[in-house]
């Protein structure tokens, strides 16, 4: 090969550049780590950089929140197909009968005239009528006795069998509990026939030493007949939620009480009743609602008593026989919704003091 003579310099042609390879260096030689190169058209000014940031931000969220809302529909979709058996049910058979019950109350009934819009006359009727008043009476006076009455013999029994354990406590609250799951009517009857001065037990009992039964069929002895008929059904369904609620309660309270010297009085009375105190006051709105409509027993044992229980015995006995007895459907509509704003307000009246004093202990 010639070399080129001593004394001159090569030349070199101006040759248009190559396109960078792959693995090239932004100069257009090759790397020297062997790794892709960075493209120098990505070496954007950083003003540009952050316009393209802001310009795809708002389509990346419009994105997402077509995605989050199609979620929430369908969800939306699938709680509505669960709800709307019940929903359906409940708007069937509880809030068409009881707009059409409210409606009817409104208007009244003759034989000159027909049907006419009387507004609240038909209220304003019962607030005045003797038979209404005697009969809420009645249930005001029962609810006094009865629902402190079943309300200590629950918490009684709830204590001594939380206290209390072993195989006999699960027969007890299953014997307890037992009073509850017989229908209403049977128990009256049964109730009945134990009250009968001529074939019942007490008759038999006493018979045995020449005397003669308590007529708690009477009008002496009526009120306290159906209080034992209402605490023996009722009581034991309260005491499982005070059973339940004790059982909730951590013992590590009772080891600490018993550290400081506590006895089980103490412990029952300062720890139990008031950390239960949420229970009680569940189960007094259950028994105050149940009580203000009092209903079933009298009815079933009216044809035993003797006429010492009226058709007007109770506000709900009156609102029956005035709609299925004597035909008065505007009437008794209203009677039924008055005894609802009675029942109203005494549970409102109730919550809102024991809301004040966060407990009524």
Same mark, same amino acid.
């Given at each position: 090969?010639? $070399?080129?003579?001593?004394?001159?310099?090569?030349?070199?042609?101006?040759?248009?550049?190559?396109?960078?390879?792959?693995? #090239?260096?932004?100069?257009?030689?090759?790397? #020297?780590?062997?790794?892709?190169?960075?493209?120098?058209?990505?070496?954007?000014?950083?003003?540009?950089?952050?316009?393209?940031?802001?310009? #795809?931000?708002?389509?990346? /969220? @419009?994105?997402?929140?077509?995605?989050?809302?199609?979620?929430?529909?369908?969800?939306?979709?699938?709680?509505?197909?669960?709800?709307?058996?019940?929903?359906?049910?409940?708007?069937?058979?509880?809030?068409?009968?009881?707009?059409?019950?409210?409606?009817l109350s409104l208007f009244q009934k003759r034989l000159i *005239?027909?049907?006419?819009?009387?507004?609240?006359?038909?209220?304003?009727?019962?607030?005045?009528?003797?038979?209404?008043?005697?009969?809420?009476?009645?249930?005001? $006076?029962?609810?006094?006795?009865?629902?402190?009455?079943?309300?200590?013999?629950?918490?009684?029994?709830?204590?001594?069998? @939380?206290?209390?354990?072993?195989?006999?406590?699960?027969? #007890?609250?299953?014997?307890?509990?037992?009073?509850?799951?017989?229908?209403?009517?049977?128990?009256?009857?049964?109730?009945?026939?134990?009250?009968?001065?001529?074939? *019942?037990?007490?008759?038999?009992?006493?018979?045995?030493?020449?005397?003669?039964?308590?007529?708690?069929?009477?009008?002496?002895?009526?009120?306290?007949?159906?209080?034992?008929?209402?605490?023996? /059904?009722?009581?034991?369904?309260?005491?499982?939620?005070?059973?339940?609620?004790?059982?909730?309660?951590?013992?590590?309270?009772?080891?600490?009480?018993?550290?400081?010297?506590?006895?089980?009085?103490?412990?029952?009375? $300062?720890?139990?009743?008031?950390?239960?105190?949420?229970?009680?006051?569940?189960?007094?709105?259950?028994?105050?609602?149940?009580?203000?409509?009092?209903?079933?027993?009298? /009815?079933?044992? $009216?044809?035993?008593?003797?006429?010492?229980?009226?058709?007007?015995?109770?506000p709900n006995m009156y609102a029956y026989q005035q709609a299925?007895?004597?035909?008065?459907?505007?009437?008794?509509?209203?009677?039924?919704?008055?005894?609802?704003?009675?029942?109203?307000? *005494?549970?409102?009246?109730?919550?809102?003091?024991?809301?004040?004093?966060?407990?009524?202990?």
């Amino acid at each position: 090969m010639r $070399r080129p003579p001593t004394g001159c310099r090569r030349t070199w042609r101006n040759t248009p550049k190559s396109k960078a390879s792959p693995f #090239s260096d932004v100069r257009g030689g090759p790397s #020297s780590t062997g790794r892709p190169a960075r493209d120098p058209s990505f070496d954007l000014p950083e003003s540009r950089l952050t316009l393209m940031i802001e310009k #795809s931000a708002p389509d990346t /969220q @419009d994105r997402t929140r077509g995605f989050r809302g199609k979620v929430r529909l369908r969800e939306h979709v699938m709680g509505w197909l669960f709800v709307g058996p019940f929903g359906i049910v409940f708007l069937a058979l509880l809030i068409a009968p009881l707009a059409y019950a409210l409606y009817l109350s409104l208007f009244q009934k003759r034989l000159i *005239g027909g049907t006419s819009f009387v507004f609240l006359d038909n209220y304003v009727k019962a607030f005045t009528d003797p038979s209404f008043l005697s009969g809420s009476w009645f249930v005001i $006076r029962f609810s006094l006795v009865s629902i402190p009455l079943q309300i200590i013999i629950a918490l009684a029994m709830a204590l001594i069998l @939380d206290a209390v354990t072993s195989l006999f406590t699960r027969f #007890s609250r299953l014997m307890i509990f037992l009073p509850y799951a017989i229908p209403t009517v049977i128990g009256a009857v049964m109730w009945g026939f134990l009250y009968s001065k001529s074939f *019942g037990p007490l008759a038999d009992l006493f018979g045995l030493f020449g005397a003669a039964p308590p007529d708690f069929l009477s009008s002496n002895l009526i009120f306290t007949g159906l209080v034992n008929v209402v605490t023996w /059904q009722w009581a034991g369904y309260y005491m499982i939620i005070l059973y339940a609620a004790l059982q909730g309660i951590d013992p590590a309270l009772y080891e600490a009480a018993r550290m400081d010297g506590a006895g089980k009085w103490q412990i029952a009375l $300062r720890i139990k009743i008031p950390l239960i105190a949420p229970a009680l006051v569940l189960i007094l709105v259950f028994s105050l609602i149940g009580t203000l409509q009092f209903f079933n027993e009298p /009815q079933i044992l $009216r044809s035993l008593a003797a006429g010492t229980i009226g058709p007007d015995f109770t506000p709900n006995m009156y609102a029956y026989q005035q709609a299925f007895a004597l035909a008065n459907f505007n009437y008794g509509s209203a009677i039924s919704f008055a005894l609802g704003g009675i029942v109203f307000v *005494g549970v409102y009246a109730f919550l809102f003091f024991t809301r004040k004093r966060r407990s009524f202990l």
